[in-house]
């Protein structure tokens, strides 16, 4: 259906049990729906996790890949005033109209796949991204890093921030437990 941005959000809230607040590790779904949509990457992905300074260390990769003459699309959360500022390119908020292209092309693709709100906002950044043409793209992990939606795709740069005691019921008991799960995004050489 043709709907605005606000509905597509109360949607998204609405699909998953516990709200937009739901968590629920794991890549299966996410994977499923990806391969569905038929993402490919088309270009290197930069996978940013931590405890703290995962918004700054994003913005800073950012602003130095833009200067050096890149197209960069940058998928950060949470979001200060507005959804749009999560889902940029070229350091510029995605409009309502990109967003809810995406949100339909997701919706459709899952086809009764229960998909939490960040995995499906983060499979609808890609569509944002894939239609773009860019040269790099930073995604920041909501959730600790091995089963995060954002681990579906392959970083060809993987960076960790400081590692502190965090969401410690889905993690684990201590920060070595807790830096086991953000290094999930770390691949083979």
């Known amino acids: 259906p043709d709907q605005g941005l606000n509905d597509w959000l109360a949607h998204l809230e609405a699909l998953h049990p516990r709200g937009s607040a739901g968590i629920e590790l794991g890549l299966e779904r996410v994977a499923a729906v990806k391969l569905r949509l038929g993402q490919q990457q088309n270009c290197p992905v930069i996978l940013v996790s931590g405890t703290n300074g995962k918004g700054s260390t994003c913005a800073m990769l950012e602003r130095i890949l833009l200067t050096a003459g890149y197209r960069v699309g940058i998928y950060t959360s949470p979001h200060l005033l507005n959804y749009n500022e999560r889902v940029r390119v070229n350091a510029v908020a995605t409009d309502d109209a990109a967003l809810c292209t995406a949100f339909a092309r997701v919706e459709q693709a899952r086809d009764g ?16 991204f ?26 060809a740069c993987a960076v960790i921030t400081g590692i502190d005691l965090d969401h410690m019921d889905y993690l684990g008991p201590d920060r070595e437990a807790i830096g086991r799960e953000k290094a999930g995004i770390i691949r083979p050489g």
Do not use: H, K, Q, S
Not at 113 to 128: M, N, P, Q, R
Not at 138 to 154: F, P
């Open 113 to 128: 796949i229960a998909l939490t709100y960040f995995e499906f906002g983060t499979l609808a950044a890609w569509e944002v």
């Open 130 to 155: 894939a239609a773009a043409g860019l040269d790099v793209i930073i995604l920041e992990v909501g959730l600790g890093g091995r089963l995060d939606a954002t681990n579906v795709y392959e970083p």
